[in-house]
């Protein structure tokens, strides 16, 4: 977004928290930029605010501005569907209008004062259905420098501190175990984010026969040139059945925060491609399930067995998904803000 010209009024760094004890320690800072945030939009004759997910802080701002007779539209649906669905009611206090990744968020509001659009996934439109062939894989080997006749895999361990605390190690463990049963094999980390980079490098340094590409491009050069992945929870699940990569799966926090979240959770699934497919496609491994042993055990079946059917039911998910996201949010903003313009 600055590199498309956006004004930037705060450090993303300080919005970059994540479970319940980051956002406690930064309180301060959190509630000092909130008020600089709602004092500056105030400020300036704006149409319409837009909260791109962070989804606590966003919606206390959109909130605010709300009440304050602002138009607000919030990006990205909580995971209601997931865990904690009385949280339909803050959002629909928060904002006029709900743009919605997936088709099934859409239910979870009804009856709530709040327009909802599914608009579709922008990774869907952003990855082309056919960006997972053979062609696609070998030239993202090829400017990666990786021989095309090796063994490829990919680690996506977090693009967070606090993410990588978790997950790298663990990661890295389960990949030296993956090579002393197939063999070494190049592995492909992503980290776009250079102060992430020197953790990624001590922890490397203690693995010298482990070889890591640390790629400095986001997510999908890895993903494209990999046969197969281990991924963090997350976004990047769905990027890689969007490149139809077989992936295991895993999320871990902190104790306290897994102790809270567990009476939280009613959802079946934690990885996307399961949710939206309502099964099992890909292996999950969540907290004191996630050892080393028993993700490579994981990657190891799942490799072996990711067939036709299995990368066909990626091909069906994504499809779902790709609608122009982009374009849909897009009109669906700016018709609100004139029906809201015309009711002044």
């Not at 009024?9 to 994540?18: G, I, M, P, Y």
């Not at 993410?163 to 070494?184: C, M, P, S, V």
């Not at 050069?221 to 997350?234: M, Q």
Request: glycine fraction near 6%.
């Amino acid at each position: 977004m600055v590199d498309q010209g956006l004004e930037s009024l705060a450090d993303f760094e300080t919005l970059s928290v994540n479970g319940f004890k980051d956002p406690l320690l930064r309180l301060p800072a959190l509630v000092r930029l909130l008020r600089s945030l709602e004092s500056a939009f105030l400020a300036t004759p704006v149409d319409a605010v837009i909260g791109v997910d962070f989804n606590v802080f966003n919606l206390l701002l959109e909130r605010r501005l709300k009440r304050r007779g602002l138009t607000t539209v919030h990006y990205v649906s909580p995971s209601v569907y997931a865990w904690r669905r009385g949280r339909v009611r803050s959002v629909a206090r928060a904002a006029d209008l709900l743009l919605a990744l997936y088709p099934f968020e859409a239910s979870f509001y009804v009856g709530m004062p709040i327009e909802v659009a599914y608009v579709g996934h922008p990774l869907a439109d952003r990855i082309s259905p056919h960006a997972h062939g053979l062609e696609a894989q070998a030239m993202a080997r090829q400017t990666l420098g990786i021989d095309p006749t090796r063994r490829c895999f990919a680690l996506l361990p977090g693009s967070r501190r606090s993410e990588l605390k978790y997950h790298l190690e663990l990661f890295l463990d389960a990949a030296e175990l993956i090579d002393a049963r197939l063999g070494a094999a190049v592995w492909v980390l992503p980290c776009p984010r250079s102060a992430l980079r020197q953790p990624i490098e001590v922890a490397l340094g203690r693995r010298p026969a482990l070889e890591v590409i640390v790629d400095d491009a986001e997510a999908q050069r890895a993903l494209t040139a990999c046969d197969a992945a281990l991924v963090k929870s997350g976004t990047s699940t769905l990027e890689a059945m969007l490149l139809r990569r077989p992936m295991v799966v895993s999320y871990r926090l902190g104790r306290l925060s897994h102790a809270v979240l567990r009476r939280l959770v009613h959802a079946r699934y934690f990885a996307l491609p399961n949710i939206l497919a309502a099964e099992e496609l890909v292996p999950e491994l969540i907290q004191d399930d996630a050892t080393a042993e028993r993700l490579a055990g994981a990657f190891l079946k799942i490799r072996e067995g990711a067939g036709a059917g299995y990368l066909a039911r990626f091909a069906e998910l994504h499809a779902l998904l790709r609608r122009d996201a982009s374009e849909q949010a897009a009109r669906a903003v700016l018709d609100r803000v004139v029906r809201d313009q015309k009711n002044l």
